[in-house]
């Protein structure tokens, strides 16, 4: 296809950047755009996200962004409810939607040739909803049982609600994204609306196309689609309210009948990826490897499974994205006879010798290679590609950050990862949970 | 997060594919494989699957073979469990091993720069397992750990207490990952004994997908597998499905009950499959607008998510869904899902041409990535199908007539005999 010059009216020539499979440009309106190009098979995906999430609601409204998420799917003034997804599927392809606390995104996968027939629908959801209060209705009733499924059904689902309000003092990171119940049994038609009218506006999405398409193609379809639609002008930035220096370490107890397995896990309040500042990130990304995300060589798991066998099992994890703030957190699980209480002592004797102890060479250029692997392993997922962008985007980082971070995770010294480690490992910026079904485990 | 719902019961994922060039690769040694070559990434997909699985675990023991393929990256010959994993995490290679039901499955990526060194570790943990004692006793660990977390699950209860509603005192009633009492007695005999009845070339399918020729695949197959026994453990026997409209309650704390229902299905073999499978995907295929979401959740908000489909056993079949509601409305939403199960053959023509349309256009774009073709490949290749398949495939969809369909649902779906598993505190609702 070929650019016609009246549609071509983005501010900026379009940049290849390093990695040529990847492009981006911007359209005149302030919609962002991104272009993965992966010819393996004839399909495209076509992703939508808004930098709006649950950490952008007001206090009171908690499950807004993704109650309206939901509501995206109940018809505009031209598609009745349910259409959108019905046309999809009649053309063979599959959609869906999901909500973070930074992000909501949209996205479809479909047959090439078809990415005008989804891309006219998205841009059409994006300013023409309508929502009949019949349909408002019996979605909430739909998010209640989801919330039922997906948290009060479940002890570890509650328990990490309760861990997550904890670990923020003021942020609004510590209110679920599915909201508390109460909050949603009061969630309306207006404020819905009201939320649609403020964050949905091209200035404040980005659209995210991988697969079968080159970005020539892509931007005479973005312009002719999402190019008219105005800007919305009020988009202003995140402005979410900020955490105090936290002070004091808090702990959390949670029984239930229902837990079959005690566990206890431990959240630091960490920092994420900011752009063009991604080291302290890449740090702890591999030190949590080191702790607990290499098997029966991460050091907990050697300490804890092999040496002590007091646990059955051990981890470590850090999400690296988050506009604001991320955490880092160790989990164990207890060896049959053993308590909590003895489990957690011995977690922070293997902290206390790995922070005497230092990162073990071996280790660590294990952990790179591996790592290096992974980002060929990863392209074999043009979703999961699609998806690190968009994540990555709406979290405040570049096109450029996301191309640079393999190579930044590559850079990172022992040294960085010990620094990161004494920084964000600090008991007064953490909750730890103690997750049972009766006291005395 | 409105992801819907896939992979219940595993219903039969029906693969699809359009033009992807499979080559019949048969070792020398007499190992056959289905390869797809795909050099743009410089890596190489492997999934292999050996038939049999926990069905061949003996009577008391099971979990044997659950337990025996935890233990295959635990170590082999002079690598210990952490020597493994270093070995393994050098090569930047990755393998999964898993039991099921029926089952047992292997899946490797490697690079294409390390594949022999990657292929001869694979090797070694399949043919020289270490089994030690003190691996058996910590992977035990991990697999009682998992036993007493599923047996406050209401989900895995759910799926245990189904087995045994649809498949009595059959093999496929027991649970695959064991007891908490089977899984304590089990010995490194028995270890022992599991991994030689499981892992055999009379029993193995291959599917290669990335940046490897047939030339190479075949003395790979035989470096890989041919040390394996010739021959394993005989598989199970028939089984019948004992779902004959019951409703079955079993009480579990909680705000909301899971359902399981169905009863027996039809064979991938009689001439009514793809009709059954499409008359299935009107009523119930993992998405929006079928009929199960649309008066389920959509008109009556009683669910987030409510699927149904066919799947195939080796000795048996089932059409089978799942639900979950709150204990209020359990009695409303199996009412729900019988008169949808009653009026099942009245399906219009516009009806069939949409789920056509759906089916064979959905056909071709699930065949992305390496791993996800290899791993459909297997699943072919294990089920029977020709390598061709994949392209006759819509044509068998296509054939399905109005009159097909109509006459289909009403021979295989059977509202007399649709039964329900209750695993909750439903309210009203006295087992039948």
Do not use: C
């Amino acid at each position: 296809m070929r650019l016609i010059l009246g549609f071509v009216m983005a501010l900026w020539p379009m940049v290849t950047l390093a990695d040529d499979r990847v492009s981006q440009f911007t359209l005149g309106n302030g919609m962002q755009v991104v272009v993965i190009e992966d010819r393996r098979a004839p399909v495209v995906v076509h992703m939508v996200w808004y930098r709006v999430g649950a950490a952008d609601e007001a206090p009171g409204e908690s499950g807004l962004a993704h109650f309206l998420e939901h509501l995206m799917f109940k018809g505009t003034k031209t598609l009745a409810p349910g259409e959108f997804s019905q046309r999809v599927s009649a053309q063979g392809g599959s959609d869906n939607a999901f909500t973070s606390w930074d992000y909501t995104a949209y996205f479809q996968r479909i047959a090439a040739d078809r990415l005008e027939m989804v891309m006219a629908m998205e841009a059409d959801r994006m300013v023409n909803l309508t929502l009949a209060q019949r349909d408002v209705e019996t979605e909430r009733d739909v998010v209640l049982e989801e919330r039922t499924t997906r948290v009060d059904s479940d002890p570890a689902g509650l328990f990490s609600e309760q861990r997550q309000a904890a670990l923020y003092l003021n942020h609004p990171y510590g209110r679920p994204i599915i909201g508390w119940r109460h909050e949603i049994a009061a969630l309306d038609r207006e404020g819905a609306l009201r939320f649609y009218r403020a964050h949905y506006a091209p200035d404040n999405a980005i659209l995210v196309i991988a697969g079968d398409v080159s970005a020539d193609e892509v931007r005479a379809l973005a312009e002719t689609h999402y190019g008219v639609i105005p800007a919305s002008g009020r988009i202003t930035g995140r402005e979410r309210p900020a955490e105090p220096p936290q002070i004091a370490e808090r702990r959390l107890i949670m029984d239930d009948p229902r837990v079959g397995q005690p566990y206890v896990i431990r959240s630091y309040l960490a920092p994420s990826r900011q752009a063009g500042a991604q080291q302290q990130a890449a740090a702890l990304v591999m030190l949590a490897q080191l702790l607990g995300g290499s098997g029966p060589n991460s050091v907990l798991s050697r300490a804890l499974e092999f040496d002590r066998q007091i646990a059955v099992q051990t981890s470590a994890f850090y999400d690296s994205t988050g506009y604001d703030h991320s955490s880092f957190a160790l989990v164990a699980v207890p060896a049959p006879g053993v308590t909590l209480a003895e489990v957690e002592a011995a977690l922070d004797e293997a902290l206390a010798a790995f922070m005497a102890a230092g990162v073990n060479a071996d280790d660590f250029a294990r952990i790179k290679a591996q790592m290096k692997a992974q980002e060929i392993y990863a392209l074999d997922s043009t979703m999961g590609v699609a998806r690190r962008y968009g994540v990555a985007l709406t979290s405040g980082l570049t096109v450029g950050d996301v191309i640079a971070w393999p190579q930044v995770l590559q850079d990172v010294t022992p040294e960085q990862v010990m620094e990161a480690a004494r920084t964000v490992l600090d008991r007064r910026q953490s909750v730890t949970g103690w997750l049972r079904k009766e006291a005395g485990q | 997060m409105i992801a819907r719902l896939v992979g219940l019961l595993s219903l039969l994922a029906l693969p699809a594919l359009a033009d992807v060039p499979v080559q019949v690769v048969t070792s020398k040694g007499g190992i056959t494989a289905w390869l797809v070559e795909e050099p743009a990434i410089p890596f190489i997909a492997l999934e292999i699957r050996f038939r049999g699985g926990a069905t061949l675990d003996p009577e008391g023991k099971e979990g044997a073979v659950n337990l025996m393929a935890g233990l295959l990256e635990e170590g082999t010959g002079d690598l210990d469990s952490q020597g493994f994993a270093a070995a393994r995490d050098r090569l930047a290679a990755s393998f999964r091993f898993g039991a099921s039901r029926e089952g047992v499955s292997v899946s490797a990526r490697f690079l294409s720069e390390n594949r022999e060194a990657a292929v001869d570790l694979l090797r070694r943990a399949l043919v020289e397992p270490a089994f030690a004692p003190a691996d058996l006793e910590r992977v035990r660990g991990q697999v009682l750990s998992g036993l007493r977390r599923d047996a406050q699950d209401p989900e895995a209860l759910a799926a245990l207490a189904f087995d045994r509603a649809a498949f009595g005192d059959h093999t496929y009633a027991r649970p695959t990952d064991g007891t908490l009492e089977s899984v304590v007695a089990l010995t490194v005999e028995d270890i022992r004994a599991a991994h030689q009845a499981a892992l055999a070339r009379d029993r193995v399918y291959v599917a290669a997908v990335g940046d490897i020729s047939a030339a190479d695949l075949g003395p790979m197959l035989d470096t890989l597998l041919g040390a394996l026994p010739e021959t394993g453990a005989p598989l199970a026997g028939p089984a019948t499905v004992g779902l004959t409209g019951q409703v079955v309650v079993e009480p579990f704390p909680g705000p909301q009950s899971i359902l399981l229902f169905g009863h027996e299905g039809i064979r991938r073999s009689d001439p009514d499959f793809f009709a059954a499978f499409v008359v299935s995907e009107i009523l119930g295929g993992g998405r929006f607008g079928t009929r199960l979401m649309t008066e389920v959740r959509e008109k009556r908000g009683l669910t987030y998510g409510i699927g149904a489909g066919l799947s195939e056993l080796d000795q048996a079949t089932l059409v089978a869904g799942q639900v979950q509601t709150g204990n209020a409305t359990v009695r409303q939403t199996i009412e729900v899902i019988r008169a949808e199960w009653a009026r099942i053959a009245d399906i219009s023509a516009a009806e069939l041409e949409a789920v056509k349309t759906y089916l064979t256009g959905a056909y071709p774009l699930r065949w992305d990535g390496n791993a996800n073709i290899a791993r459909a490949l297997v699943g072919l290749l294990m089920d029977g199908y020709p390598p061709d398949y994949p392209t006759k495939r819509n044509g068998y969809i296509e054939a399905v007539t109005l009159e097909d369909a109509r006459r289909v649902a009403a021979r295989v779906f059977d509202p007399e005999r649709l039964s329900f598993v209750v695993v909750g505190s439903p309210e009203g609702l006295d087992a039948e």
